[in-house]
């Protein structure tokens, strides 16, 4: 189908650097992963998350994913703990989140995190996502990149057609492999639980853990 929509972009040098110094501006751009597409916009940045949240007119009671890089610069905002280091190991990068304690230091914005004193955190395996993650000092707060009760985008296209040029850059990354939202697991009880299904299991993450 041909491309319409003027704010999709290839994924190049050219695109990559756009889309560092609009996000470094505290600006908001779709971004590609293997779940699905998403609203990203610097977690550190009180500004970039009210415009998440106010693109996709979803409740501030509901907070958000903080998407790294690696683990470099999770410890200064995360408390890390033994459970979580072994499943990062084994699955990530991936379609998993965790949500762990926040640190009192950290740099997270509150209203990622609704106020909580958690946070969920992720590691996108997306090729183009993790090389604008690398790139930048501070994590990306990125919700899936519809309107709140929508259904989650699988393509660029999806992205244009749901907020036409509200959005000044999306970047085009194909199809999302997976599809469907990452599981999330709580790691901050005794007991550990999955807050939301997706495609690795809770019989996976036990027996990773055993
Ligand atoms: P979405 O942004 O649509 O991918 O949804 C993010 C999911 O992560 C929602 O189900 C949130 O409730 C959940 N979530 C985000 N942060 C936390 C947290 N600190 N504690 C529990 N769940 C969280
Ligand atoms: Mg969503």
Known sequence: MKNIYSNILKFNKNSLSKTLK????????????????????????????????????????????????????????????????????????????????????????????????????????NKKTRSVLKKLNFPLAIPSANRSTGISPVKALDVAEEFKNKIKIIVDGGNSKIGIESTVVDLTKKKISILRPGIISARKISKILK
Do not use: Q, W
């Not at 410890?75 to 990062?88: M, T």
């Open 22 to 125: 609009y996000l470094r501006k505290n600006n908001i751009v779709g971004l590609p992963t293997e779940t699905v597409y998403g609203l990203a916009g610097n977690a550190y940045s009180k500004k970039s998350v009210k415009k998440i949240y106010a693109l996709k007119k979803r409740p501030k009671i509901n907070p958000l994913i903080v998407h790294y890089y690696n683990l470099k610069n999770l410890s200064d905002d995360i408390e890390i703990n033994k459970d979580f280091l072994i499943l990062y190991k084994k699955l990530c990068p991936g379609p998993i989140t965790f949500v762990m304690r926040k640190k009192k230091s950290s740099k997270i914005c509150s209203l990622v995190t609704a106020k909580l004193n958690t946070v969920a955190v992720r590691f996108p395996s």
